[in-house]
């Protein structure tokens, strides 16, 4: 596993009427800060790649579909720089959490999928 990845449960909350699942809270320990909150729609067999991220601390969920993200670690200061990693994300068990930056990463999935991505900055260009 790469430094600084960290897979966090998505709680959920389910009773005979649906669920309810919580991402993010403002209180929870990995919290950082809120910068907004998007969601993209993945077309099967599509591929987005790769993103490299300086600043912000990526959250991600998969409320619909699956996705898989593939990590890399291009850090020259971590002990696991150059390390592939590969995480499949589906509704609704689980979210990886970016807890370091300077991350490049790239999903690909084989299905119609939605997911969240909430990160702690926004920078406008």
């Not at 609704?92 to 999928?113: G, V």
Request: hydrophobic share 40%; aromatic share 10%.
């Amino acid at each position: 596993m790469i430094e600084g990845v960290k897979i966090t449960p998505l709680r959920q909350i389910l009773d005979e009427r649906g669920k309810v699942m919580h991402m993010l809270r403002n209180n929870d320990a990995h919290f950082q800060s809120f910068g907004e909150i998007y969601f993209s729609c993945v077309y099967p067999g599509a591929i987005k790649a790769w993103h490299l991220h300086k600043e912000m601390t990526l959250n991600y969920a998969v409320p619909h579909g699956e996705i898989k993200l593939v990590l890399y670690d291009n850090r020259e200061e971590s002990g696991t720089q150059g390390e592939i990693q590969e995480i499949f994300l589906t509704h609704p068990r689980e979210f990886p959490r970016f807890l370091r930056k300077d991350f490049s990463h790239d999903l690909i999935t084989s299905q119609s999928s939605l997911f969240q991505q909430l990160p702690d900055i926004v920078k406008l260009i």
